[in-house]
């Protein structure tokens, strides 16, 4: 967790930040280092209270280790503390948020686009849906049941009808019922969940652009979780069509702090016209002065943001670029092969059933019982009984009636099904995927 290589590494940045500025005058802070001293040992004792999240054997929320370039260009840029807001407050960061825009547009072949980085995924959706509503004011947003529920909820913010569309038991939206919605000519937005956060569903992009050949809608890439999976090299061929597709959607959302190995809170929004920065326009005369370039303020709904976001993006970015074939896709490759390497120990055994076959590197599975109800109980009950042998999962309940197909010889006696969850979002996961079986198997048949 701690290795003593990053306080040198960051011990040599300091000391050539702090060459900075060598005409002005030298003046010390008055601070008591003693009391700071106590105060962080506090700290670090109260943080004790946490789950293992850097550790592969956490494999339950979608919580991945920041890498140690990101980590250290984060801690490094809070000696200046800037604010991407405006330059005024942060030109050296503003200039790094701008060559990352392109970097990642270029994931999907967008040459020209508008974009900045958002304090995480919802309000990086909040803003491509309120751009959506400028667009089509007063038309609906749909998306999957399987969406996250921050788009319902935005939705009621910006005052605009939301329509959930059923998804089947792959967890991807039905195009059928989507174009039954369309047909009313109420839906002006389609949000496409590209890796959903309950199953890594990534829905059918391509089926959806056909429909927009013949309905007027916009499509907006919910891609916050999957977004960065359009680099690996060994995904299944509808997932690897829809990644495929996404240069054609209107807005994509990506959050570099899941995929992306950086700190909370670093998320992203981009728009494929630019011209959509007219929505935005608005005056602040005392903090756009000090040039006439385009200040990030004048194209964002937040207004102070941290700049260290952006310089710790950067930083990682320049160490591993996001490209095809590179040391960083190799990275998603390991995580989707841990994924299928779990499905597939599980499917073999005899306690547990996967309910679906992985998309992204999210694992689904049931407890095999007689009923649903049963099986609901044994998984939070080896919930419990895993944590006491330091393998830490996620819990999820999914309609009975969906898991029918993997699940044939199980009465459905409930509505609900909740189902063992694992996120193998740490390449290291791959090397193991024996250790998490042997730890799971341990804790059903210890209940």
Known sequence: MYDSKEIDALKR????????????????????????????????????????????LY???????PHPVARLAYALSLWVNPNNHALDGGRASSAMEKELIPRIASMWGWDECLGHLTGGGTMANLEALWVAGQLHPGRGIAGSSQA???????????????????????????????????????????????????????????????????????????????????????????????????????SIVIDPHKHGLQPYGCGSVLFRDPGVGRFYKHGSPYTYFSSTELHLGEISLECSRPGAAAVALWATMELLPPKPGGEFAAMLDACLDAARALHDALAKGSLFSPVHVPELDIVVYAVNAASSSTASDLARRVFAAAADKDLHLALIDLPAESCADALPDMARDSKTLSCLRSTLMKPEHADWVDEIVARLNAARQSI
Request: hydrophobic share 40%; proline share 6%; charged share 20%.
């Open 13 to 56: 940045a300091l000391e050539k930040l702090s060459k900075a500025n060598p005409t002005l005058p030298v003046f010390e802070s008055s601070v008591d280092w003693e009391r700071i001293d106590t105060v962080l040992g506090q700290v670090a004792g109260r943080m004790h209270d946490n789950y293992p999240y850097h550790h592969p």
């Open 59 to 65: 494999a339950g929320q979608m919580l991945k280790p």
């Open 148 to 250: 996250h529920y921050t788009h319902s909820r935005i939705s009621s913010v910006l005052g605009l009808p939301y329509q959930a569309i059923d998804a089947g038991p792959d967890g991807r939206m039905d195009t059928a019922g989507l174009e039954a919605a369309l047909a009313s000519g109420d839906i002006g937005t389609v949000v496409v969940t590209m890796g959903s956060t309950g199953l890594g569903a990534v829905d059918p992009l391509p089926a959806i652009l056909e429909l927009r050949q013949r309905y007027d809608f916009r499509i907006h890439a919910d891609a916050a979780y999957g977004g960065y999976f359009t680099l690996a090299s060994d995904l299944h061929d509808d997932t690897r069509n829809a990644f495929d597709a996404l240069g054609a959607v209107d």
